[in-house]
């Protein structure tokens, strides 16, 4: 069981910028991918972005392109998600999960495509 603890949510103007960060005591190694997602009042929780464990790669939905940027540090198996020019729209609550599918070459955006999900973090945008 992988336990996920996202943080750095908080209440800010618009413009303004954010970094979250989702933590875990221990990745299993059949963790290829972690994702970013938010979920607004009265809305699906949707996709932002994905980033493969162990090579790299970066997938965002266009919605955030050239605004959300994810990255990691393995060595503390931390993954953030850096948030410019925020907008109301991007209010939220914050979520990452962890999957524990087979590498298939990419990482989704999808809920199906993940397993492990933290609590959330609040982001504020006015």
């Known amino acids: 069981h992988v336990q996920l603890v996202e943080s750095g949510g908080g209440s800010v103007q618009t413009e303004g910028s954010l970094r979250l960060s989702c933590a875990a005591s221990?990745?299993?190694?059949?963790?290829?991918?972690i994702g970013w997602f938010r979920q607004a009042p009265g809305k699906e929780r949707e996709g932002v972005a994905s980033?493969?464990?162990?090579?790299?790669?970066?997938y965002y939905a266009d919605s955030v392109k050239g605004r959300f940027t994810i990255s990691r540090d393995n060595a503390k198996n931390t993954v953030y998600l850096q948030i410019n020019k925020l907008k109301p729209e991007d209010t939220a609550m914050y979520y990452c999960?962890?999957?524990?599918?087979?590498?298939?070459?990419?990482?989704?955006?999808?809920?199906?495509?993940?397993?492990?999900w933290g609590q959330g973090t609040q982001v504020t945008v006015s």
């Open positions: 980033i493969a464990f162990r090579g790299g790669s970066t």
């Open positions: 221990v990745y299993p190694y059949s963790t290829n991918c």
């Open positions: 999960a962890a999957d524990r599918r087979p590498w298939v070459g990419w990482c989704g955006l999808g809920l199906a495509d993940f397993s492990y």
